[in-house]
C-alpha cells in the first residue's frame, strides 16, 4: 500500500467515523427532542383535562346548589301555602255563620264564597291532603246549599206556614251538617300538622 493510498483510506475512515459520530449524536439529540416534544404534549392534555374535570365538577356543584336552593323555596312555598290553606277553612267557617244568618232571614248572600280559593290551594300545592280537603269541602257546601234553600224558600213563599216549613227542613238537618263540617276541619287539621312536620323535617 502506497502513502498515498494509505493517506485516502484514513481520510475515508475519518469521514466515516465522523459521520457515524455526527449520526449518533444527531439521532440521540432527536430522539431526546421527541421525547421532550411528547411530554410537553402530555403535559397540555393533562392541563386540558384539568380544566375540563374542573368545569364540569364546578357545573355538577353549580346544578347541586341550584336544586337544593329550589328544593328550599319549594318547601318554605308549601309551608306558608299550608298556612293560607288553613285560613282558608277558618274564613269558610266565618262565611258559614254569616250565610246562616242572612239565610234565617230570608235575604240572598251575593258575599263571595272563600270555599273556591281554599279548593285552588288544596289541588296546587297539598295533593297528599285532597281526601281531608274534600271532606270538608263537601261538609261546607252542604251548609251553603241548606242555606240558599231556605233563603229561598222564604223568599217565594209568604204565607206562614209554608216559611215555617222551611224553617224546620233548615233546622231539622242542621246538626248532622255542622257535626260533618266540625269532624272534617278536625282532620284537615291533624293531617296539615303531620304534613308541616314533614315539610319541614321534625318528627311527630
Given amino acids: 500500500m502506497s502513502y498515498r493510498d494509505w493517506w485516502q483510506w484514513l481520510i475515508q475512515f475519518l469521514v466515516v467515523a465522523v459521520s457515524a459520530g455526527i449520526g449518533a449524536y444527531f439521532s440521540e439529540y432527536l430522539k431526546t427532542k421527541g421525547k421532550n416534544l411528547a411530554t410537553r404534549e402530555d403535559f397540555e392534555n393533562l392541563k386540558a383535562q384539568l380544566r375540563e374535570n374542573t368545569e364540569l365538577v364546578e357545573n355538577i356543584k353549580a346544578d347541586i346548589g341550584q336544586r337544593d336552593w329550589a328544593a328550599r323555596e319549594w318547601r318554605n312555598t308549601r309551608r306558608i301555602k299550608l298556612e293560607e290553606l288553613l285560613t282558608k277553612m277558618h274564613d269558610c267557617g266565618a262565611f258559614a255563620d ?16 272563600p270555599v273556591g280559593e281554599m279548593e285552588t290551594l288544596g289541588v296546587i300545592y297539598f295533593p297528599e291532603l285532597k281526601v281531608e280537603v274534600d271532606e270538608y269541602i263537601a261538609a261546607h257546601r252542604q251548609h251553603r246549599l241548606a242555606g240558599s234553600t231556605l233563603a229561598n224558600g222564604l223568599i217565594q213563599d209568604k204565607d206562614d206556614h209554608k216559611r215555617q216549613a222551611h224553617y224546620n227542613a233548615y233546622i231539622s238537618g242542621y246538626h248532622d251538617r255542622l257535626t260533618a263540617t266540625s269532624l272534617a276541619q278536625g282532620k284537615l287539621n291533624a293531617a296539615a300538622r303531620r304534613l308541616l312536620a314533614q315539610i319541614v323535617g321534625v318528627e311527630r
Avoid at 254569616?98 to 264564597?113: A, T
Fill in 98 to 113: 254569616r250565610f246562616r244568618s242572612i239565610s234565617l232571614e230570608g235575604k240572598s248572600n251575593s258575599e263571595r264564597d
